[in-house]
């Protein structure tokens, strides 16, 4: 049995909604079903509004033109990331400032934050990392005193909360993503922009399309549509939305056998961080977990690199995740990293993700018995 590290979910009607699409021959952006995933969107998480976007990239480069982000603006985040977090945002000519994570979580670190802003400073940008929240309290502190807008990047946070609300709405701006490697797709790629004040859902809409005020126009507010802002295409198809909206039903029931196989995992697994061997994932008592990945930590990059090596050779599929942003080329031209790098690089070289998918099965005590056998022999 060779196991991979993905699955994308499949829930049994995503093929139907995307045959009506096909039947309609209306297949464009901003139709039916992309109005239904919205509303649900926005039912689902309390948000002012919800726009689908073709990705996450595209849902944070939405939000930093919506900052009129420029040359000269300063953008905090962490370095554990994923290189759109930074993209989005250097395009428009900011410089990323880099600090340090919280070991136990992988989130971005609120003590380091307040030493990195400058009066250049415009925004934070908060990655949930793993679908945990991050310090959610303590930034929007942070930013409340310093007049910051917050980008919360929810890539892999969709259902879960911090403190009884929805990740993504705590900020003024929220990104999911609909990637096949998330916990629900818009079939292989796919985004949101979720909207937190009200004062900015206008301009959101016309810069989503392409800088018009056509969907002003769609709903009769206006005679005729024309070219009011700059914008760009950030649409996703009809066929895109109807994949979606499949998804987004089973919500609860994808994201409940998801969490069903972490806590095997974390159940079976227990045992070797008792041992000093791994350390398991740790959910902060204000987070919720939705699941979104299972993490181990390692001794050092060696061990890694081995275990990778022996699940490997036994048809498993295990990876490592990003490499930190501050250490890459475009990294070191585009921003820089203050204060000191105590667990950024260090942890990260020591994480490993094991795979985790919606209805895995017999598949997950395969894993874990290789990692089990690997720890074994490590001691023999």
Known sequence: MNIPFNKAPVVGNEASYINSVISSKKMCGGGLYSKK??????????????????????????AALMLDITHGD???????????TANAFALRGAKIIFVDVDPKTMNIDPKRIEAAITPNTKAIVPVHYAGVACD???????????????????????????????????????TFSFHETKNITSGGEGGALLVNDESFIARAEIIREKGTNRSQFFRGSVDKYSWVDIGSSYLPSEIQAAYLY??????????????????????????????????????????????????IRCSDLKQRSDLINHLKQNGIVAVFHYIPLHSSRAGKELGEFIGQDLYTTPESEK???????????????????????FFTSEKS
């Open 74 to 84: 300063e953008v905090i985040m962490p370095s554990y990331t994923f290189v759109s």
């Open 37 to 62: 995933c919205e509303e649900l969107l926005e039912e689902l998480t309390g948000t002012q509004k919800a726009l689908l976007t073709p990705s996450c990239t595209a849902a944070l480069e939405l």
């Open 351 to 373: 994480l490993l993700r094991l795979p985790l998918y919606f209805d895995m099965q017999e598949e997950i005590h395969k894993v874990i018995e290789q990692v089990r056998l």
């Open 136 to 174: 959610m309290d303590a930034i929007m502190a942070l930013a409340s005193t310093y007049n910051l807008f917050v980008v919360e990047d929810a890539a892999q946070a969709i259902g879960s909360y911090h403190s009884g609300k929805a990740l993504g709405t705590i900020g003024h701006f929220g």
């Open 246 to 295: 499949g998804q987004l039903l089973n919500l609860d029931k994808i994201n409940q056998s998801r969490f069903k196989s972490w806590n095997i995992y974390f159940e079976h697994l227990a045992y070797l961080e008792e041992e000093k061997s791994i350390t398991l994932p740790f959910i902060p008592e204000y987070a919720t977990n939705n699941a979104h990945m299972f993490y």
